[in-house]
């Protein structure tokens, strides 16, 4: 049985090392939220602290904040509201850190001292049940399932179309490139199947994006000649809601593409599970590893197990193991072996 329309659900994966959050729409995962234990809770959005104006570019209509102990965030301004330097402030982290890029602030009223936290960030269900108010979280295997199931997609650059055809996005430093496909979906009527490609992939789209955590200028190069720009807009409005305040979205061009933008809150999941080369990190391998471990340890009770992967993922899997093994005991090693492929680590009993 199909799940009911604009149907959204909530998973929280207890992972050791991260926490995972996954809200699905229509059951498919539409957000993924992911928070480690080494993470600055200075930098998580929704937290409250005392910050110091550290310098300002009036140009760019922005402060640069000292957080305390190396740790920055930039306050936009408007020219009437124009902070002082040194002047401390009590503010707010309204979207997350980007690679390259400062955690933005926001200004919630004077303060006095130094730099210093005031109030925590909403923990994960919280902001899970912020987001799907009324639904109930589910936890444990399901919800681990759920995240390593929203990870992949959110990493996938082609995403298939329901009734054929797909979409490509790509992220690029200027903005997202979102190509739709029409791929092998026929039908009677030429002009039909492109409109109903067309408004599918809007939909689908404004899914993805959510789930992939990007923001800023995003063009959607339409299928087709011939658009009804005005069933797009309305079609491209209802699906991008969820992301308001701060959707712009303009109507199709003379070359069938749509343009929009969308607020940042978010660090892309592209950032937060790989390296500046767009492969895994060690890190986010290493989590998986453990995981994995896990697992096999829960489904063979009192076996031993060993691992063995990569030299870089053993050593970032060594922080991780030892929560392992506080929960299962020490009865696995993970050894290093250089011929080992990164992203394959091998698992057996003893």
């Given at each position: 049985?199909?799940?009911?329309?604009?149907?959204?659900?909530?998973?929280?994966?207890?992972?050791?090392?991260?926490?995972?959050?996954?809200?699905?729409?229509?059951?498919?995962?539409?957000?993924?939220?992911?928070?480690?234990?080494?993470?600055?809770?200075?930098?998580?959005?929704?937290a409250r602290?005392?910050?110091?104006?550290?310098?300002?570019?009036?140009?760019?209509?922005?402060?640069?904040?000292?957080?305390?102990?190396?740790?920055?965030?930039?306050?936009?301004?408007?020219?009437?509201?124009?902070?002082?330097?040194?002047?401390?402030?009590?503010?707010?982290?309204?979207?997350?850190?980007?690679?390259?890029?400062?955690?933005?602030?926001?200004?919630?009223?004077?303060?006095?001292?130094?730099?210093?936290?005031?109030?925590?960030?909403?923990?994960?269900?919280?902001?899970?049940?912020?987001?799907?108010?009324?639904?109930?979280?589910?936890?444990?295997?399901?919800?681990?399932?759920?995240?390593?199931?929203?990870?992949?997609?959110?990493?996938?650059?082609?995403?298939?179309?329901?009734?054929?055809?797909?979409?490509?996005?790509?992220?690029?430093?200027?903005?997202?490139?979102?190509?739709?496909?029409?791929?092998?979906?026929?039908?009677p009527d030429?002009?039909?199947?492109?409109?109903?490609?067309?408004?599918?992939?809007?939909?689908?789209?404004?899914?993805?994006?959510?789930?992939?955590?990007?923001?800023?200028?995003?063009?959607?190069?339409?299928?087709?000649?011939?658009?009804?720009?005005?069933?797009?807009?309305?079609?491209?409005?209802?699906?991008?809601?969820?992301?308001?305040?701060?959707?712009?979205?303009?109507?199709?061009?003379?070359?069938?593409?749509?343009?929009?933008?969308?607020?940042?809150?978010?660090?892309?999941?592209?950032?937060?599970?790989?390296?500046?080369?767009?492969?895994?990190?060690?890190?986010?391998?290493?989590?998986?590893?453990?995981?994995?471990?896990?697992?096999?340890?829960?489904?063979?009770?009192?076996?031993?197990?060993?691992?063995?992967?990569?030299?870089?993922?053993?050593?970032?899997?060594?922080?991780?193991?030892?929560?392992?093994?506080?929960?299962?005991?020490?009865?696995?090693?993970?050894?290093?072996?250089?011929?080992?492929?990164?992203?394959?680590?091998r698992i057996?009993?003893?």
């Open positions: 049985i199909s799940a009911p329309v604009s149907e959204r659900r909530i998973y929280l994966d207890r992972s050791l090392g991260e926490r995972r959050g996954v809200v699905t729409l229509d059951g498919r995962p539409e957000r993924l939220l992911i928070q480690r234990d080494d993470d600055d809770p200075r930098l998580r959005p929704g602290q005392i910050a110091r104006v550290a310098s300002l570019e009036p140009a760019l209509g922005s402060a640069f904040l000292d957080l305390g102990e190396g740790v920055e965030a930039i306050l936009p301004f408007k020219p009437d509201a124009r902070p002082i330097r040194g002047q401390s402030l009590e503010i707010e982290i309204r979207g997350e850190a980007r690679r390259g890029k400062l955690a933005i602030a926001r200004a919630v009223g004077e303060g006095e001292g130094a730099p210093r936290p005031t109030a925590d960030a909403p923990d994960l269900a919280a902001e899970l049940a912020f987001l799907a108010p009324g639904a109930r979280l589910v936890e444990g295997r399901a919800a681990e399932e759920m995240a390593d199931e929203a990870e992949s997609e959110a990493l996938e650059v082609l995403h298939p179309l329901p009734g054929g055809g797909l979409i490509a996005i790509e992220p690029t430093r200027a903005l997202t490139a979102v190509d739709v496909d029409l791929g092998d979906r026929k039908g030429p002009k039909r199947v492109t409109r109903q490609a067309n408004l599918a992939a809007l939909g689908m789209t404004a899914r993805l994006l959510r789930l992939k955590g990007l923001g800023g200028i995003v063009v959607i190069d339409l299928v087709g000649r011939g658009h009804d720009g005005n069933a797009l807009l309305a079609a491209a409005r209802a699906a991008f809601a969820p992301d308001n305040p701060g959707v712009a979205i303009g109507p199709v061009g003379r070359f069938g593409t749509m343009e929009l933008s969308l607020p940042r809150r978010t660090q892309p999941v592209l950032e937060r599970l790989c390296a500046a080369d767009g492969a895994l990190s060690d890190r986010s391998l290493a989590q998986r590893l453990i995981r994995q471990l896990h697992r096999e340890a829960v489904a063979a009770s009192g076996a031993r197990l060993v691992a063995v992967c990569a030299p870089a993922v053993a050593k970032a899997a060594e922080p991780l193991g030892v929560l392992l093994a506080a929960r299962i005991g020490a009865r696995f090693a993970i050894r290093a072996d250089s011929a080992a492929p990164r992203d394959r680590p057996a009993t003893e």
